[in-house]
Every structure is written in structure tokens, then in C-alpha cells.
């Protein structure tokens, strides 16, 4: 079976600090690799890079389907409503959603109906962007530090987002949470500074 | 199909941010106004000088407003710090370019219908030439557009963009606004139709050189 994600010799700098040097990579269907190291590391890089969303300084990135991001803090039309973000999230990308399924979605991470973004809490947020996936379904699933900013029951949903997003494809996490991350991991990957 | 429907779904999804949020496009009409009644207090009470004027005056409120509203196409990703999940939709990234144009383009004519109705009060523009004109302002605003949208996506995530814009874009538009006027003026002292389609013939050839260059080298200066 063909990886999904596959990273060969990649390396990132900014001016002249590597952040990442000469990194190989594979993400296979079916896994959950969670990126760790202390802040400054290149986690977020290294997921954004990935994603197609930065230009490596060198090596290539090789996906096999969609990405999905889920970012730290997530991002939305603050003058727009949680299901006029998800509405229009849907739509760009062409397609046309459910009667119903976006009222669902909401639902189903507890969030209110009706309420502008502008209003909302980061871990509000969090859980918005989780329904956004959820209903944009890609097959590689990148998420930086997820877990931040959610309450018990937020992570809860979390988790249960992870277990779906492995059996529909791969998943990709950056955290600090060692302990929580245990549990859902099938492999991790220590970053230290590049030199 | 799809290219389609995604283009008219983020105009239609930008549109409805700027007129919630509504300061980018207030400003900017507030901005003509001002400047038209400046104007026309300046080069005013004489009817003929003020006709004469009115085409630079149009274009010129026109060219300024249109750098004010320039920002506004990527403003709107920035301020939330959305564009990243514009990037992330499958597929080519020229209809993110061509979206935003639609947006910046509708913006435009917003924006210049109102400062014809203005100019046509305030500077005595005949109502024979109103017609001609909008079809100017059309073809004007489409090249405009496609200039602005371009550099401010290439500036979107630049400190001081707001700055960089003008000096980046006026270079390039000088020939849309140069043409503009003149079809303008000759539309205003009635010279034959026949002139003034030379002018159209020019702006059109202008829109559809910046559309598509712009268009295919949108993707490239994109990437971060």
C-alpha cells in the first residue's frame, strides 16, 4: 500500500536557522503519529510543510489525497456563524451539504446554533473546526496541538474525531501531552533542534 | 462547473464579510465623496470647466478608491487568519485568484456607480454620455481589478502592505486609467462613437492580457 504522506530529505530554515534538516517521513494508512518536542522544535512547521501551506528550503513532500488542518488556534469568519463557516468551507470546495448535516455537525460537538464566531471561546473554536473536519472528511488528518484549549468533554470528542480519522485515512498530531497522546498513538516522532 | 461554483461562492461569501463588516467599503465611499465635493468646490462654479474636469476627476476618485478597496480581497483572510484554509482546497489555486477578483471587481462597480451618480450631479456630466460611460467603467474596473487582486494577494501576508500596494499597483494600472479618461472625455464632448471604441477596443485588450497573466502566475506567488 502506497504511504500517504511521504517526506524525503525535508528541510526548512528561516534565514539562517534550520528548523528542520534532512527529515524522511511516511505516514501510512491507518496511522496515528503524534509529533513531539519542547516549543520551538519545527512541530508546527514540519505539519504546515506537509500541508502544502509552506515552501520547504529543501527535499519534497509526496501526499497521496486530501489534507485536512486542524490549526492552533483554528481560524473563522468572526462575523459569520458556525454554520455559515461550515456552509461556505463546503462549498468552496464544490460541493453541496446535506440538508441538515451541518446543524448535526454542530450538534454533535455541542455547539449552539445561530451564534457568531465573533462570540465563541477558543475551545468553542476548537470544537468548530473538529465539525469542519468531520464533515470535509479528508484523508490525511494533520492537527496541531488539538487538545489545547478543550475541556473533559471536548476531548472526548477529540479522541473519538482521531479513531475516525484512522480508519478513514492518517493522522498526524503535534502535542505537548505525552500521556494523553500515548493512548492514541500508534507511533511518535521526537524532534529535537536541527543543527 | 465546479471552478465556477467556487468562484461565485467566495465572491458571494466576501461580499457578504465586507458589507457585515462594512468598514472597508464605507471608508472608501466616504473618501470619494469628500474628495468629489473638494473638487468640485475647487475647479467649480463654471459648468464647462467642471464638465471638462470630470472625466480625471472620475477616474482619479476611481483609481484612489480602488487602492483603498484593493486591500479589502485579502483583508478579509488576514484579519482572521483564514487563508490558510483557502490554500488547503483541492485542486489548482487560480479560482482563489479569480473569486477574489469577482469580489474586488463587484466592489468596484459598487463603489463606481456611486461616484457616476456623484460625478454626474456635481460636474454636469451629460446624460447621453452615462451609457458609454458605465460601459467604460466597466471595462476599466475589470483591469483595475485584475492588477489590484493580483499584488494584494502576492502582499497579503507582508508587514505594510497597505503601503507597498499603491506604490506596487498604480505603475501597472497607469494605461487602464489613462485609457478610461480618454474614453471618458470623448464620451463627454460627444465625439463620434467610433472614437471612443478604439478606447473600449484598448481597455479590452488590456483586461483580457491582465486576467489571464495574472491568473496563471496567481498560484506561484501564493506559496509561502
Known amino acids: 500500500m502506497s504511504p500517504l504522506l511521504e517526506a524525503q530529505s525535508l528541510s526548512k530554515r528561516y534565514g539562517r536557522d534550520w528548523v528542520i534538516r534532512g527529515l524522511d517521513f511516511r505516514l501510512e494508512p491507518g496511522e496515528v503519529v503524534a509529533l513531539l518536542g519542547p516549543n520551538g522544535v519545527g512541530k508546527t512547521t514540519l505539519l504546515r510543510l506537509l500541508a502544502g501551506l509552506m515552501r520547504a528550503s529543501g527535499g519534497r513532500v509526496a501526499r497521496q489525497g486530501r489534507v485536512g488542518l486542524l490549526a492552533n488556534p483554528p481560524a473563522f469568519h468572526r462575523h459569520f456563524t458556525g454554520e455559515e463557516n461550515l456552509s461556505y468551507a463546503l462549498r468552496l470546495e464544490g460541493r453541496s451539504p446535506q440538508p441538515g448535516a451541518i446543524a448535526a455537525a454542530l450538534q454533535a460537538v455541542g455547539l449552539p446554533p445561530g451564534k457568531a464566531v465573533l462570540g465563541y471561546s477558543s475551545g468553542m473554536k476548537k470544537r468548530l473546526a473538529m465539525a469542519r473536519l468531520r464533515l470535509q472528511r479528508p484523508d490525511i488528518w494533520l492537527l496541531d496541538e488539538p487538545e489545547a484549549a478543550l475541556d473533559a468533554q471536548g476531548r472526548e470528542l477529540l479522541e473519538a474525531l482521531i479513531l475516525e480519522a484512522k480508519s478513514a485515512g492518517g493522522v498526524v498530531l503535534a502535542t505537548h501531552d505525552r500521556g494523553w497522546v500515548q493512548r492514541l498513538a500508534t507511533r511518535t516522532l521526537e524532534l529535537s533542534p536541527a543543527v | ?224
Open chain 2, 1 to 224: 462547473m465546479t471552478l465556477l461554483t467556487r468562484i461565485f461562492w467566495l465572491a458571494l461569501r466576501d461580499l457578504t464579510l465586507e458589507l457585515r463588516g462594512r468598514t472597508g467599503l464605507l471608508a472608501a465611499v466616504f473618501f470619494l465623496f469628500t474628495m468629489l465635493l473638494i473638487l468640485g468646490l475647487a475647479l467649480g462654479p463654471n459648468q464647462d470647466d467642471l464638465r471638462k474636469a470630470a472625466p480625471g476627476v472620475l477616474w482619479v476618485a476611481l483609481a484612489f478608491a480602488g487602492s483603498l478597496l484593493a486591500g479589502r480581497a485579502f483583508g478579509l483572510e488576514v484579519e482572521d487568519n483564514t487563508l490558510d484554509d483557502l490554500l488547503l482546497v483541492p485542486g489548482s489555486r487560480e479560482w482563489l485568484y479569480y473569486g477574489k477578483l469577482l469580489f474586488q471587481l463587484l466592489l468596484l462597480l459598487i463603489v463606481g456607480g456611486a461616484l457616476l451618480f456623484l460625478t454626474a450631479g456635481l460636474f454636469y456630466l451629460p446624460l447621453s454620455a452615462l451609457p458609454g460611460i458605465l460601459v467604460t467603467l466597466v471595462l476599466g474596473s475589470i483591469g483595475y481589478a485584475s492588477v489590484s487582486t493580483f499584488y494584494a494577494g502576492m502582499l497579503a501576508r507582508l508587514r505594510g502592505r497597505e503601503a507597498l500596494l499603491p506604490l506596487v499597483l498604480f505603475p501597472v494600472v497607469v494605461p487602464v486609467v489613462l485609457a478610461s479618461v480618454k474614453a471618458t472625455a470623448s464620451l463627454v464632448e460627444g465625439l463620434p462613437l467610433g472614437e471612443v471604441f478604439n478606447w473600449w477596443q484598448l481597455l479590452l485588450v488590456f483586461d483580457v492580457i491582465y486576467v489571464t497573466l495574472c491568473g496563471l502566475l496567481f498560484p506561484y506567488v501564493l506559496e509561502g
